[in-house]
T-cell receptor
């Protein structure tokens, strides 16, 4: 069964550094998403992406964040200058074509900002 | 804005018994989807079951079923014949059907323990 793939599984960075989290959505999916989960808290929506542009973003997704689909397969989340509070599990997801109803999640990237 | 509430931070069940996890939500929309996701210790999000709001019939997937009460805005998950592998965090989630590709809004989660 096709899967959403995320790399790396764990990323450690220093405060103020830039990080790029990478995702390969399922190939025929059209909507892509980033969510994050701070340890012990609920999963929060960051951004959705469709037709090469952001379709929706949350209040969390400020100017420090950006997303890109640099080629036909990868979908990336960049954090320009990481803060301690950016430490979280970041999940990529994509939704099936036609109904876009079901979201398929990757296994996540645990970001630790020191 | 839509909200999802799970009032049970933790639940436990004996193996082979039945357990029900509660979820309520608030929305002014009439067309939406509701989901239960399972998050095991690996922290991957696994879809357990989904319900379309326009369908009166409750969804079932093997040992998992829901009790969807649209007027009460309630969406509980019943796990029958609980197995050790069911132990996980369970999240209830809401998604609008009125906009394509809309966000999922999650509840706080319920940590389920299955006792042998």
């Amino acid at each position: 069964e096709p899967e959403v793939t995320q790399t790396p599984s764990h990323q450690v960075t220093q405060m103020g550094q830039e990080v790029i989290l990478r995702c390969v959505p399922i190939s025929n999916h059209l909507y892509f998403y980033w969510y994050r989960q701070i340890l012990g808290q609920k999963v929060e929506f960051l951004v959705s992406f469709y037709n090469n542009e952001i379709s929706e973003k949350s209040e969390i997704f400020d100017d420090q964040f950006s997303v890109e689909r640099p080629d036909g397969s990868n979908f990336t989340l960049k954090i320009r200058s990481t803060k301690l509070e950016d430490s979280a599990m970041y999940f990529c997801a994509s939704s099936e074509p036609i109904t876009h109803e079901k979201l398929f999640f990757g296994s996540g990237t645990q970001l630790s900002v020191l | 804005a839509q909200t999802v509430t799970q009032s049970q931070p933790e639940m436990s069940v004996q193996e082979a018994e039945t357990v029900t996890l509660s979820c309520t939500y608030d929305t002014s929309e009439s067309d939406y989807y509701l989901f239960w996701y399972k998050q095991p210790p690996s922290r991957q999000m696994i879809l357990v079951i989904r319900q379309e709001a326009y369908k009166q019939q409750n969804a079932t997937e093997n040992r998992f079923s829901v009790n969807f009460q649209k007027a009460a805005k309630s969406f509980s998950l019943k796990i029958s014949d609980s197995q050790l592998g069911d132990a996980a965090m369970y999240f209830c989630a809401y998604r609008s059907a009125e906009t394509s590709g809309s966000r999922l809004t999650f509840g706080e989660g319920t940590q389920l323990t299955v006792n042998p």
